[in-house]
């Protein structure tokens, strides 16, 4: 049984940083990419980071450029997302996603999903 669990959520004050940790069990980890999405109060999810299987591709949504950086170590089973200069408009619940066949920031294109980590950032 697959499980995807996030970890590393919590309240920081604008400007600050956070880095989201994710593992992953029950799965081949290095044979899948990862992706960050998030989903703030009364809006859709929406795809913040993505990376392939062993770590060489990357993407970002506009809203993460040169703010976020994702990295993998498939050692640990692990993707992480390290946030920096985050603003209040990040506030949202962060879910860790695994998938095999088409990468990239369509949530269509993932697996299996974690349950999130809370993401809020005080003005």
């Known amino acids: 049984q697959v499980h995807v669990r996030e970890s590393g959520g919590g309240l920081v004050q604008a400007g600050g940083s956070l880095r989201l940790s994710c593992t992953a069990s029950g799965l081949n980890f290095d044979l899948y990419h990862m992706g960050w999405f998030r989903q703030a109060p009364g809006k859709g999810r929406e795809g913040v980071s993505c990376i392939s299987s062993v770590g060489i591709w990357k ?3 506009d809203s993460a450029k040169g703010r976020f950086t994702i ?13 920096n200069n985050l603003k209040p408009d990040d506030t949202a619940m962060y879910y860790c996603a695994a998938g095999r066949i088409n990468w990239g920031l369509s949530s269509s294109s993932y697996n299996y999903w974690g349950q999130g980590t809370q993401v809020t950032v005080a003005s």
């Open 59 to 61: 993407t970002y949504a």
């Open 71 to 83: 990295s993998r170590d498939n050692a640990k089973d692990t993707v992480y997302l390290e946030m």
